[in-house]
């Protein structure tokens, strides 16, 4: 018998979760697709959905199982829920924020927060970004905030240079 994980998200899409279940799979290198459920003709009156259409697509990235429902038009991501990549380099930085960031909303990029083609926001965060801020040293970590603040994508350089300076 198979492990449940006691917690998943699920993410209402209007129709798009099989399409965007597919395109997180594809950017991140330890993820997968899983089980898919269609809707029947049962409940029709209550779900609109035409019989054999995707009603749910499961997921997972980096261990975590993520649910993809086709729920209709009724609800909307918005920022006050977003998924934190934890990034060692630049490298990772720059390579999920160009990734998740196609076709996405500009207009949304601020403080290393993007939000995606679907309307999911993400934040793409190197992990010494939270050091910095967390530092003892107030000055240090003010200027780690100060730096972040006028960033979209976040340079870790660039803080490094404006903690050391």
Known sequence: MA???KITPNLWFDHEGEDAAKFYVSIFKNAKLGRVT???EEGFEVHKRPAGSVMTVE???EGQAFLALNGGPFVKFNESI???INCNTQQEVDYYWERLGEGGDPKAQQCGWLKDKFGVSWQVVPVKLNEMIADTDVNKANKAMRAMLQMKKIDL???EKAVNS
């Open 3 to 5: 492990t449940v994980q």
């Open 38 to 40: 269609r809707y029947t």
């Open 59 to 61: 997921f997972e990235i």
């Open 82 to 84: 977003s998924f934190m």
């Open 157 to 159: 350089h660039a803080l």
